[in-house]
């Protein structure tokens, strides 16, 4: 007897697993003939079609009259929370394949390669989302970290990168393999892989007569999931792989790549092991504030721009730890809005950060940003945003995402927790607001003097104010019309949403986990 | 049907591939060390499959040597790279990147 498919609800990895094999295939057979970007078109086609797949199933699901709904034996869950992350994951690769062609001209990646693997990478992405048995789960989450292991290491020429492919490689399959033993030892303790018969049996007090295996199963699972969200004290890999990963492929591992581990996170946690969460919930707690604090920490003491983001992406991940903490609904979805506000900041602030390049060592210190107000202010105003929207400001999306999982916190009594991550809320807006003050109020140093007369001299198209006694002499930043397109939607969506944030709210409180009901 | 040996032989198996990758300075070595990770997973499944009485142990498990030649291929190929450019696969001489 071969189980029902509802082929519907697996739109969104046929257009992106399949149209990246399709593509692959065919990139092997017209290679030398075909247009450097019509990879890279072609996967912002198939990625818009995902989407389109994703509001579908967002309706449909959303329809009190259908609501959440399972196919292929129960192994794959079609809920709200499923299609969220699903989304989430789906736009972080459509904007990076946006603004990739920069660094692909640039840094000269490979085209075909990079959109093919980004779209593996989605769909590994969307299946994790949706998964509802352990060995779906696992194979969501090898197809997600395979493709970005290739994908950090894309920028073949520079030693850099190869650094950071094979620092992402070892941890990440180490990673993978406690994730594994994990997994074993819960099937071994609930006696089955499918998600909702582990929570039946736990329910049920089953692996009581097993304890420890289980719990050895809890600890191993969140090892390996830690690993993969950059939770503190497993973020080691983080700030090279950030540093020397090609840019878009960076974007995509902060938005895409932590929003389908916390996807598995939260599917396992909050959802299946709820019976049991007087178990693992101080486990959890502890990691959210060591992780909050060391990122905002880390973040202060850094000097490279890459490496700042990547300590913030540790720092947010704890913010969305604390929300996995609570252990219910509300926090669940807390965790899910921040996801899907942080995609959106991390995307644009690794756009800014690629058309900003990197100097001869392959890193980009602070100082390239003193003074970019007066050089690009469009540019400057668009990161300006979306830093004080990571720092928390009132009136960004970024304050209603730590709103609501300190929220959450509180209602589930962790006071302590609530009260440690706002004060490592504090830190961390020192961090940005470091980079901000540089960008408006810091003129370039005599470094600065220097390059921008070296530039100059070599005959670079200069600004119209060069004769301005008070202007930076050195000519605006080249940013091109796709750069300027995603910076733009990112700090958009961060605004407008910040300022009228219910329909977010709503979005991420209808994102439900069809175990926890409603 | 005993379980504990298996389950001891799947720990022992363990513990020496995460003593490997974490001791070990060739990066062959390291994969390998991955890879009897993943193989004291595989005895773990076998042995719970047989335990409980499903075949859904053992399809784990295929899945799993699947994945595993996957991720060894790509983990090859990223050192190859690596030992082109260095002459060595010694994966504590990458640390270009410190801070």
């Known amino acids: ?518 | 049907m005993w379980l504990n040996q298996f389950l001891v032989l799947s720990a022992v198996l363990f513990s020496i591939g995460v003593y490997g990758v974490l001791a070990r300075r060739n990066g062959v070595l390291v994969l390998m060390s991955i890879e009897l990770i993943l193989n004291a997973v595989n005895i773990n499944l076998v042995a719970f499959g047989s335990y409980v009485q499903t075949v859904v142990g053992e399809v784990f498990a295929l899945f799993v040597i699947t994945v595993a030649a996957a991720e060894v291929g790509v983990g090859l190929a990223i050192l190859l790279l690596l030992y082109r450019n260095r002459r060595s696969v010694d994966i504590h001489d990458v640390d270009m990147m410190k801070g």
């Not at chain 1, 950071?164 to 399959?173: D, H, R, S």
């Not at chain 1, 389908?260 to 178990?279: I, K, N, Y």
């Not at chain 1, 910076?487 to 910040?498: I, M």
């Not at chain 1, 009228?500 to 979005?507: T, V, Y």
Request: charged share 10%; net charge neutral; glycine share 12%.
């Open chain 1, 1 to 518: 007897m071969s189980p029902s498919v509802d082929w519907a609800a697996l739109l969104p990895q046929i257009f992106l697993g399949g149209g990246s094999l399709v593509m692959l295939t065919l990139g092997t057979l017209v290679r030398k003939r075909a247009p450097w970007w019509l990879p890279n078109v072609l996967g912002i086609g198939l990625t818009l079609a995902a989407f389109g797949s994703v509001v579908w199933q967002w309706v449909r699901v959303q329809d009190p009259s259908r609501g959440a709904f399972s196919t292929i034996a129960g192994t794959v869950q079609i809920d709200g929370f499923a299609v969220f992350l699903s989304g989430v994951v789906v736009i972080a690769a459509l904007l990076a394949l946006v603004f990739a062609p920069f660094s692909i001209r640039r840094a000269g990646l490979p085209p075909e390669e990079f959109s093919v693997l980004l779209l593996l990478s989605a769909a590994g992405g969307v299946t994790l989302a949706s998964a509802n048995d352990l060995i779906v789960l696992f194979l969501g989450l090898e197809v997600l970290s395979i493709a970005a292991y290739v994908l950090a290491a894309l920028d073949l020429r520079r030693a850099g990168s190869q650094e950071a492919g094979l620092k992402y490689f070892v941890l990440g399959a180490f990673a993978s393999a406690f994730f594994l033993y994990g997994a074993a030892l819960i099937y071994g303790a609930a006696g089955s892989t499918k998600l909702d018969s582990v929570a039946a049996a736990l329910a049920a007090g089953a692996g009581s007569n097993a304890r420890g295996m289980l719990l050895a199963g809890f600890a191993l699972l969140l090892v390996g999931l830690f690993f993969k969200v950059a939770a503190v004290p497993f973020h080691a890999w983080t700030p090279d792989v950030y540093e020397g990963a090609p840019s878009p492929a960076v974007a995509y591992m902060a938005a895409g790549v932590k929003a389908a581990g916390f996807a598995a996170l939260l599917r396992l946690f909050a959802g299946t092991f709820s019976a049991s969460s007087a178990d693992w919930r101080p486990a959890v707690a502890v990691v959210a504030v060591i992780t909050v604090l060391a990122g905002s920490a880390l973040g202060v003491i850094s000097g490279d721009v890459r490496r700042l983001l990547a300590y913030s992406s540790i720092g947010h991940a704890g913010f969305i730890l604390v929300g996995l903490e609570s252990a219910g609904a509300n926090g669940t979805s807390a965790s899910l809005l921040y996801l899907g506000v942080y995609a959106f900041m991390a995307l644009g602030s690794f756009a800014v950060v690629m058309v900003m390049g990197r100097d001869a060592s392959g890193s980009q210190p602070l100082a390239a940003y003193d003074g970019l107000a007066r050089r690009s202010p469009w540019l400057a105003l668009g990161f300006t945003l979306l830093l004080l929207a990571q720092a928390g400001l009132p009136f960004t999306t970024g304050f209603w995402a730590k709103f609501e999982v300190i929220g959450a916190a509180v209602q589930s009594r962790t006071y302590w927790l609530a009260a440690v991550s706002m004060l490592g809320a504090v830190v961390a807006a020192f961090v940005y607001l470091r980079l901000v003050v540089r960008m408006y109020l810091v003129r370039p140093g005599a470094d600065g003097d220097a390059l921008a007369s070296q530039k100059s001299g070599v005959g670079l198209a200069d600004d119209s104010r060069s004769g301005d006694e008070d202007s930076d002499s050195r000519p605006p930043v080249a940013v091109p019309r796709s750069v300027g397109f995603v910076v733009a939607v990112c700090a958009a969506v961060t605004l407008f949403f910040g300022v009228w944030p219910a329909p977010l709210l709503n979005l991420a409180g209808d994102a439900t986990l069809a175990v926890l009901g409603g």
